[in-house]
């Protein structure tokens, strides 16, 4: 152990009162290593987030004992226990149906950009170190009480994000931490970035190659949905990332616009249309984009074009074409249409507003005819049905969706037309 190590940082805040802290999951799981003569530690995410006023999801809890020796210790204190990862020292410990990740206190002893090789060890100082944050790094014990070996606390205080001892070596550990660094600088900090980390990020660009593509995905979609998404997006775009990452020149500044948008809006961040904002300008570029991110297929149906000519396929968004769109597009995309059209094209604000005010508040009726009704009348199952329904709905489109009486006059029109054939 460390000389000190075992002392808590003086004239830090508690966070005895923290609710994850007091909660049956986190007190059995910690419990369990202390009746094993070992001690837990809340790390990470929960800690910092906590301390910012931010709500905190997963528990990590980082401890001195061995993995061994912590699925013994849980087991016997009647916790399930599952060997996600022990080559790297965790185990998934299930608690009152939660689960929490313990890991053994570690040292990074080689690695390669992606993947490090670990030694155990029982110095926690020596882990603090091998972290990528400052403001990660922080550890919390069984009474609330934190630990701070790299000056933490006060970069999370001035909300700075600063990588752990040298950042060219922290982001040649693992190149992920290049996202990471923007990503966190989009969540948690204010001003801006720190000019040595910007430094090593510039550096670091030549190994984001090595990074899968859904690695990248996760940070990039976490971070256009971050409070400062515009500031990043910026920052990355200064050192020449974005590029790498999209395949060709972004637009930030269309982002920035939408971002105003949706916060006038008051909707909450899309990242889909962040998205589609830094890097739909032409059709082509949505499966270029979606291939290189591998997005799912929702994510794909998600982006849209964003250029003044595409939207102006809208047409005039009057009240009926915003029904029409709102019908045809349903009122997520239409949402995403309106901002767009909002951050494209100021002028028509007024119909970006018709068209998000259509998508929240409209109601979309359904075709009062269908296929059964068409069979009921005589007409054989097969492609004349959708052929017809098809036509039919789009006569009760134009018509601004008429009452089924209406519509049902059409339909005798269109048949007798078929008749007549």
Request: hydrophobic share 45%; charged share 25%.
């Amino acid at each position: 152990m460390t000389a000190g190590a075992d002392i808590p940082a003086t004239g830090l805040p508690s966070l005895a009162d923290a609710s994850w802290l007091a909660r049956p999951s986190t007190r059995a799981v910690l419990a369990a290593l202390e009746a094993a003569g070992c001690e837990g530690r809340v790390v990470g995410g929960a800690v910092r987030n906590t301390l910012m006023g931010l709500p905190a999801s997963d528990i990590d809890v980082a401890t001195s004992a061995t993995p061994d020796i912590v699925a013994s210790a849980c087991v016997r204190a009647g916790l399930a226990v599952v060997p996600t990862g022990l080559g790297h020292g965790t185990v998934t410990v299930i608690a009152d149906h939660v689960r929490i990740e313990v890991t053994t206190l570690r040292r990074d002893v080689e690695a390669d950009g992606r993947h490090a090789t670990v030694a155990f060890t029982d110095d926690w100082a020596e882990d603090a170190r091998r972290r990528d944050f400052t403001m990660n790094a922080l550890y919390c014990d069984a009474r609330g009480r934190l630990y701070d070996f790299v000056g933490g606390y006060a970069d999370l205080v001035a909300r700075r994000v600063r990588f752990i001892g040298d950042a060219d070596a922290r982001i040649a550990e693992d190149y992920l931490r290049v996202l990471r660094f923007f990503r966190f600088y989009a969540t948690y900090a204010a001003g801006d970035p720190d000019r040595c980390a910007m430094g090593a990020c510039a550096r670091g660009i030549a190994g984001i190659g090595r990074l899968s593509a859904e690695r990248v995905r996760a940070e990039l979609v976490k971070l256009l949905v971050a409070p400062r998404a515009v500031a990043a997006v910026q920052a990355m775009g200064d050192i020449g990332l974005l590029p790498v990452l999209l395949g060709f020149a972004p637009r930030p500044g269309v982002v920035q616009r939408i971002v105003a948008a949706e916060a006038e809006t008051g909707g909450s961040p899309d990242a889909m249309l962040r998205l589609s904002g830094l890097a739909i300008a032409v059709s082509d570029d949505i499966p270029r984009v979606a291939d290189r991110l591998r997005l799912s297929s929702e994510e794909r149906k998600a982006l849209l074009v964003i250029d003044r000519q595409a939207l102006n396929g809208l047409g005039a968004v009057d009240p009926r074409r915003a029904r029409e769109v709102v019908y045809r597009k349903g009122a997520a995309a239409s949402r995403r249409w309106a901002l767009a059209l909002a951050a494209i094209a100021p002028e028509r604000k007024a119909e970006a507003d018709r068209l998000l005010r259509t998508a929240a508040q409209w109601q979309p009726p359904r075709l009062p005819v269908t296929g059964a009704d068409l069979v009921a009348r005589g007409m054989r199952p097969g492609p004349a049905i959708g052929k017809l329904l098809a036509e039919l709905e789009d006569w009760w489109i134009a018509q601004d969706f008429p009452a089924e009486q209406a519509t049902i006059e059409q339909l005798r029109s269109l048949l007798a037309s078929r008749d007549a054939e």
